[in-house]
């Protein structure tokens, strides 16, 4: 069983938005550091946003700062707004039940839960 499972993802032109569901499957991760990554055809997964248990710190890419943005309420949500043709990739939930700082929550290898990715299309 995939223990985390994405919705919402989609085709759009650039400049609209769209926004990622993230739950878990058969367990409570109120208490686990969620983070979304994403990655493109032929390129390495990469750390999008992240936010602490308690949905006081979040963190994002340099990439995604001021359009994207990461919330927890038992369901986990990435809001991403003014979407461009780069944005374009499969994303991935991911969660973590250890503390994390703002190094571990941007390294792939920190996340020990993985859902199966929703791919996002972005067309100019």
């Known amino acids: 069983q995939v223990p985390l499972v994405e919705s919402g993802g989609g085709s759009v032109q650039a400049g609209e938005s769209l926004r990622l569901s993230c739950v878990a499957a058969g367990r409570t991760i109120n208490t686990y550091r969620m983070g979304w990554f994403r990655q493109a055809p032929g390129q390495e997964r990469e750390f999008v946003a992240a936010?602490?248990?308690?949905?006081d710190k979040t963190y994002y890419a340099d990439s995604v700062k001021g359009r994207f943005i990461i919330s927890r309420f038992n369901v986990v949500y990435l809001q991403m707004n003014s979407l461009r043709p780069e944005d374009t990739a499969v994303y991935y939930c991911a969660a973590d039940s250890r503390d994390g700082n703002p190094d571990t929550m941007q390294t792939v290898n920190s996340w020990n839960l993985w859902g199966q990715g929703t791919q996002v299309t972005v067309s100019s």
């Open positions: 936010i602490n248990w308690t949905g």
